[in-house]
């Protein structure tokens, strides 16, 4: 293999805001943050979303909208539509 073509594969911290869970993983992901967790600095990665908080790994059932764009946009400026 050639040398120096390779990314530094190191242990990275994620944060799940959602479920305020943390996890530490080998990767290869850059990053300026560093937070330290469990005595340990670790270069930090906050996610949204991750399997912790993840409607499909929670068993969690989440409400989505029904109302589609157009009659969302329609209600939002309705006092802008002229009569005809």
Not at 31 to 34: E, L
Not at 70 to 73: E, G, K, L, M
Not at 75 to 80: G, I, L, P, Q
């Given at each position: 293999m050639r040398p120096?073509?390779?990314p530094e594969y190191r242990e990275?911290?994620?944060h799940d805001t959602n479920a305020d869970a943390y996890f530490i993983i080998g990767s290869t992901m850059h990053?300026?943050?560093?937070k330290e967790y469990q005595g340990q600095?670790?270069?930090?990665?906050?996610?949204?979303?991750?399997?912790?908080?993840?409607?499909f790994y929670t068993g969690e059932v989440r409400q989505a909208s029904n109302e589609g764009r157009?009659?969302?946009?329609n209600?939002?400026?309705?006092?802008?539509q002229r009569n005809r």
């Open positions: 120096n073509i390779h990275v911290l994620f990053t300026a943050q560093q600095v670790y270069p930090y990665v906050s996610l949204d979303i991750s399997s912790a908080s993840h409607p157009v009659a969302s946009f209600k939002r400026f309705a006092r802008f």
